[in-house]
């Protein structure tokens, strides 16, 4: 199982970013999915989730409710987080994994930092 995240970079506060994570080997479609980020010297937190289905229901961590939109294309095999609005408390390496996360299927995550 590889789990590939893409899309962070370095914006300024007010900024968006799209990521997306690419799954080898199984399909994302049979598993409902997330996105998880850690900040500096923080534990690994829960950021958004969605259900198997391309129409599924979302939900959110409350810290990034109304910004954030979590989707799926499960033709592509692909997980997106588009993030609106950054604010400087968004800087953190993002993964994406199942949800609940399985510990062997993180990958390296992809990086998001927002300056003021």
Request: charged share 20%; hydrophobic share 35%; glycine share 8%.
């Amino acid at each position: 199982v590889q789990l590939v995240e893409s899309g962070g970079g370095l914006v300024q506060t007010g900024w968006s970013l799209r990521l997306s994570c690419v799954a080898s080997v199984f399909a994302l479609s049979t598993y409902t999915m997330g996105w998880f980020r850690q900040a500096p010297e923080k534990e690994r937190e829960f950021v958004a989730g969605i259900g198997w289905r391309h129409d599924a229901n979302a939900n959110y961590a409350d810290s990034v409710k109304g910004r954030f939109t979590i989707s799926r294309d499960n033709a592509k095999n692909t997980l997106y987080l588009q993030m609106d609005s950054l604010e400087t408390e968004d800087t953190a390496v993002y993964y994406c994994n199942r949800n609940p996360p399985i510990s062997i299927w993180w990958g390296q995550g992809t990086p998001v930092t927002v300056s003021s």
